[in-house]
């Protein structure tokens, strides 16, 4: 079983950057396709960018301009750069790791979710 893990979530004021960190297995491992979602209280758990497709790494709509998405220079590390911060952001954030790709669209790997980290977006 390869673990995921993520760090960097914290309390941020309005307007406020982060940088979440995954991990994923140990250095040998390579994370190819991975997605980051998040699940607000009393919202379903939802998309927030995927990387590793045939195209560019796509993002939600409610992150795009203000989110992006890159790889460490361990292959086995993404992270996820969110900018301008909103209050709606606010959620813990999950790293899903050896998702597939199919029609442009990541679909998560349910073996490989990490425990997710709290990202509250507060003044």
């Known amino acids: 079983q390869v673990q995921v893990v993520e760090s960097g979530g914290g309390l941020v004021q309005p307007g406020g950057s982060l940088r979440l960190s995954c991990t994923a297995g140990?250095?040998?491992?390579?994370?190819?396709?991975m997605g980051w979602f998040r699940q607000a209280p009393g919202q379903q758990r939802e998309l927030v960018a995927a990387?590793?497709?045939?195209?560019?790494?796509k993002f939600a709509d409610s992150v795009k301009g203000r989110f992006t998405v890159s790889r460490g220079d361990a292959k086995n590390t993404v992270y996820l750069q969110m900018n301008s911060l909103k209050p709606e952001d606010t959620a813990v954030y999950y790293c899903?790791?050896?998702?597939?790709?199919?029609?442009?669209?990541?679909?998560?790997?349910?073996?490989?979710w990490g425990q997710g980290t709290q990202v509250t977006v507060s003044s």
């Open positions: 899903n790791a050896l998702g597939t790709w199919h029609d442009g669209r990541y679909y998560p790997n349910l073996g490989y």
């Open positions: 140990g250095s040998w491992f390579t994370i190819n396709a």
């Open positions: 990387i590793g497709g045939d195209g560019s790494p």
